[in-house]
């Protein structure tokens, strides 16, 4: 649980309401080695673009470097994962389709990493379940 929890810090960049036609959208900046565990989502694609720096993607069969310009879908049920393992500020872009309010499962993991509490038991799973967060 404590790698999905230390996936933070995310910077949302589109607060509106998301929709089919309206992805959400996020970007990612961190220097320290972060990022969820494999995970699939039942309702939502998930797609990356890699701006800057090196990130690590999991495409459901192995991991990959992934280096600015680079680019992964994942449909809705693909397994997927990203780790920012290469020591330096690594960024971003990751959208949601249809525009899932995925804010709300950053913001919880964010608090509880800024804690330095260790989550719940409960917690992890609570938040997972209602973010169509599948850890696999």
Known sequence: MAAAVSALPLRII?????????PRRGERADAQPAGPAPHFHRTI???FFVLSGTV?????????????GDFLYVPEGG?????????????ML???VPGAPR??????LAEIAA????PTKEEPTELYLRHDNIMV
Do not use: K, M, Q, V
Request: proline fraction near 4%; charge should be positive; glycine fraction near 10%.
């Open 14 to 22: 589109d607060r509106t309401r998301g929709s089919a036609r309206r």
């Open 45 to 47: 694609s998930e797609s």
């Open 56 to 68: 690590r993607l999991y495409n459901g069969e192995r991991w990959s470097d992934a280096r600015a």
């Open 79 to 91: 397994t997927h994962a990203f780790r920012n393992e290469s020591g330096a500020p690594a960024s």
């Open 94 to 96: 990751i959208l949601f």
């Open 103 to 108: 804010e709300g499962c950053f913001e919880a």
């Open 115 to 118: 804690s330095g509490r260790p």
